[in-house]
């Protein structure tokens, strides 16, 4: 059983750069979530999809962020037009689709430092 | 509108000594509650969680934690800590998306 993936590890981007993240969930997981977490924080939800779909959407996924999943598998964040409060770990997890129950497994995250 | 308190932001312990790492919760729906840990350098993972029933939970590694719906709280404890268990702990509310608190560092001294 492998758990779920996430894709760089660790990103160091310039300001204004656009960076992309990736996360593989568990095989059968029909859900997938994004959060954002920063130092001395905990995660933050960012969004999160079933299937394709994206469902929920935060206020604090600006515009110059967007989330795929086009295949219902994999998806990806992109960050356009970096800035450095963007620094932060991105984190992905990813569950059954058993409604409000099921358990959310976490990927290892993706460090972001933009200067 | 969900939240999560968590009332220390470090606990240091003596190995072989109780801990009680602290959860108070605000929700406005139906409760599922849940106790991370994360250990340096690796991905979040689930200790325990409360959906329904019993308010007493046992989750991995020794912990547990109660429900307390009249103190709205979800405590977790361990009755003797190991060096291993240094980490920081997250409490967590919610079901579609999870609302976190800003998490306890549990430093285990020798």
């Known amino acids: 059983d492998t758990g779920v993936s996430q894709n760089p590890r660790h990103k160091i981007t310039k300001r204004g750069q656009n960076v992309t993240f990736r996360c593989d969930p568990i095989?059968?997981?029909?859900?997938l979530y994004w959060y954002r977490q920063t130092l001395g924080q905990g995660p933050e939800f960012l969004t999160y999809?079933?299937?394709?779909?994206?469902?929920?959407k935060s206020r604090l996924l600006s515009d110059r962020f967007s989330a795929e999943r086009p295949k219902g598998s994999f998806s990806t964040l992109e960050i356009q037009r970096t800035e450095q409060g963007d620094s932060a770990m991105y984190l992905c997890?990813?569950?059954?689709?058993?409604?409000?129950?099921?358990?959310?497994?976490f990927g290892p995250g993706t460090r972001l430092l933009v200067l | 509108a969900q939240s999560v308190t968590q009332l220390d932001s470090q606990v240091p312990v003596f190995e072989e000594a109780p801990v009680e790492l602290r959860c108070n919760y605000s929700?406005?729906?139906?409760?599922?509650l849940f106790w991370y840990v994360q250990y340096p350098n690796q991905g979040l993972q689930l200790l325990l969680k409360?959906?329904?029933?019993?308010?007493l939970v046992k989750g991995i590694n020794g912990f547990e934690a109660e429900f307390n719906k009249s103190q709205t709280s979800f405590h977790l404890r361990k009755p003797s800590v190991h060096i291993s268990d240094t980490a920081e702990y997250f409490c967590?509310?919610?079901?579609?998306?999870?609302?976190f608190g800003t998490g306890t560092s549990l430093t285990v001294i020798p």
């Open positions: 409360y959906l329904s029933g019993s308010t």
């Open positions: 999809f079933q299937n394709e779909a994206q469902l929920e």
């Open positions: 929700s406005s729906v139906s409760v599922y």
């Open positions: 967590a509310v919610g079901g579609n998306q999870f609302y």
């Open positions: 997890a990813s569950s059954r689709t058993g409604g409000l129950l099921e358990t959310q497994y």
């Open positions: 095989s059968e997981h029909n859900r």
